[in-house]
């Protein structure tokens, strides 16, 4: 099953030879111990090949500049009085400081990380999922999570994750993060991910996000010798996300202190207006103007200037 699925879940693996899952854990063990396949929270894969994810505290060092300024344009997103979805990692948990500030907010997150750093907000209200606690992540993740994302419906998802390419959109490492983003998604009228260009053109096991289904892209100014990272833009560009870059302060001269520049690249053509499991009403933004207020109506008449 692993060799043709390239993963499998110890629910799925105990369901097909009718046994427990504490016996299909531990024969998964055994197989790992031959260097058969790998072990995952939750299931198993085949070895090596693909990206594996970090814990918390390597992430929480990696591109700090860059997912600071990230989180700063990202925040400039979010109005006053909105819904929104939160994920699990460390750039959405840089948003959700931010995001403290934004009076009459409701954010609902599976993020042990993302609620502490709003627990303290002002008029912020905060909506927990519920699930099992993944460690690595401080995330809530399983079949209760998932279940109290049903129907649910706000305004926009803010999302990160391990690997993001034209190709396959979105992508994570663990199955059951994975599962929990997919519910999130389907409860957001809006995608948007944010990724720093060290994720540009990394593949990992689970798909997410599919790239038609990402409105925007909110990263940073990939260094001139990665030239991975701004083809990856470039194909993500053509088929229609739209793409703010933000700078890390390092580069670029005349910028004001405090100021981050933004760079938007004009998305050729109407986002997909439909997600196979996500309802009727998941519209880009352009659909959303005559629904919302009137800083928003400005911003979508921006964008389609642009």
């Known amino acids: ?12 693996l105990a369901r097909v030879v009718q046994t427990s899952e504490v016996t299909v854990r531990r024969d998964v063990r055994a197989l790992e111990a031959e260097g058969l396949l790998d072990r995952r929270h939750g299931g198993a894969v085949l070895p090596g090949g693909f990206t594996r994810e970090s814990g918390f505290p390597q992430k929480s060092h990696l591109a700090t ?26 750039t959405t948990q840089e948003l959700a ?28 209200e ?42 396959r959109g979105l992508s994570t490492s663990n199955m ?10 389907q409860a957001a ?26 409105t925007r892209l909110v990263t940073d100014e990939p260094p001139g010798h990665d030239d991975r990272a701004a083809t ?11 793409i703010a870059v933000a700078g ?13 520049p933004r760079r938007d690249v004009p998305l050729p053509g109407q986002r997909r207006s439909h997600v196979p499991g996500a309802g009727p009403q998941l519209r880009s933004a352009a659909s959303l103007g005559d629904q919302q207020g009137p800083g928003e109506r400005a911003r979508v008449a921006d964008l389609r200037r642009r």
């Open 176 to 185: 059951l993060s994975a599962s929990v983003d997919r519910a999130l998604v």
């Open 126 to 167: 905060v909506v927990m999922t519920g699930g099992t606690l993944r460690g690595s992540n401080y995330a809530l993740v399983g079949s209760g999570a998932e279940q109290s994302l049903q129907g649910l419906r706000v305004s926009r998802a803010f999302l990160s994750g391990s690997g993001l390419t034209a190709e």
């Open 65 to 90: 500049a860059e997912k600071t300024a990230i989180a700063d344009l990202a925040a400039g997103l979010v109005e006053e009085g909105e819904a929104i979805v939160v994920g699990a990692g460390t």
């Open 232 to 242: 990856e833009l470039q194909a993500l560009a053509d088929q229609g996300v739209q």
């Open 189 to 214: 009228a809006e995608v948007v991910v944010l990724a720093d260009h060290t994720k540009l053109g990394t593949d990992t096991m689970f798909q997410t996000v599919p790239t038609d289904v990402i």
């Open 248 to 260: 890390t302060g390092t580069a670029g001269e005349g910028v004001p202190p405090g100021r981050q």
């Open 1 to 12: 099953m692993v060799r043709a699925n390239g993963a499998v879940s110890l629910r799925e």
């Open 97 to 124: 400081r931010r995001l403290a500030r934004v009076p009459g907010l409701t954010v609902v997150t599976n993020s042990l990380l993302v609620a502490q750093a709003l627990a303290h907000a002002n008029r912020v």
